[in-house]
């Protein structure tokens, strides 16, 4: 059975960084691409990044592009983001998610979430 | 980036009803169109894929239809668990949007 848990989280100052990890268990992990997506509390789902399976390339929403940075270590199974210059616009709890095919292609989707790990920016 | 746009925001139905929630696209992105349903407090849950596509697990009476940029998801008789929000999701672009969601309550 497919398991992703994330952790990191917590509360961060204004101006901070935070590093989340993400364990996956269950799977072949480097045959799969993996996205981030987070989640403002009362608000709708918001994709963040993806990396693909190889690690190679990597993929950001403007909203985080160039303060926010995915790695994955395929030896540990573990995904990361690094999140950097926080706003309190970045709360939101951050989920890790697997797709089926390894490149982040077209016509990809998520077939597997973690429970996500919550980040609130406050001073 | 592609925009998406679903209506309505929020609906509410009885037990057994056939309900269909609308997803438009800013720009056509043939069928790389995937549904969620999230539940308060959990994680959301892959419904369709593909457009039409049924992910395994999930009950008959969820389908999907639509290409280009106009997309539905229907349920043909709703049931309790139906409950929570429902979410689109264009993986035509590398940069993947969600819609704002979809509340659907049971009357």
């Known amino acids: 059975e497919v398991q992703l848990l994330e952790s990191g989280g917590g509360l961060v100052q204004p101006g901070g960084s935070l590093r989340l990890s993400c364990a996956a268990s269950g799977l072949t992990f480097s045959s799969h691409s993996m996205s981030w997506v987070r989640q403002a509390p009362g608000k709708g789902l918001e994709w963040v990044s993806a990396?693909?399976?190889?690690?190679?390339?990597?993929y950001y929403a403007d909203s985080v592009k160039g303060r926010f940075t995915v790695s994955r270590d395929n030896s540990r199974n573990t995904l990361f983001l690094q999140l950097n210059s926080l706003t309190a616009e970045d709360t939101a709890t951050y989920y890790c998610?697997?797709?089926?095919?390894?490149?982040?292609?077209?016509?990809?989707?998520?077939?597997?979430w973690g429970q996500g790990t919550l980040v609130t920016v406050s001073s | 980036d592609i925009q998406m746009t679903q209506s309505p925001s929020s609906l509410s139905a009885s037990v057994g009803d056939r309900i269909t929630i609308t997803c438009r696209t800013s720009?056509?992105?043939?069928?790389?169109l995937n549904w969620y349903q999230q539940k308060p407090g959990k994680a959301p849950k892959l419904l369709i894929y593909?457009?039409?596509s049924l992910q395994s697990g999930v009950p008959s009476r969820f389908s999907g239809s639509g290409s280009g940029t106009d997309f539905t998801l229907t349920i043909s008789s709703l049931q309790p668990e139906d409950f929570g929000t429902y979410y689109c999701q264009q993986s035509y672009s590398n940069l993947w949007t969600f819609g704002q969601g979809t509340k659907v309550e049971i009357k």
């Open positions: 990396i693909s399976g190889s690690g190679f390339t990597t």
């Open positions: 593909g457009a039409s």
């Open positions: 998610a697997k797709s089926p095919g390894r490149g982040h292609d077209y016509g990809d989707r998520i077939d597997y």
């Open positions: 720009q056509t992105i043939s069928s790389y």
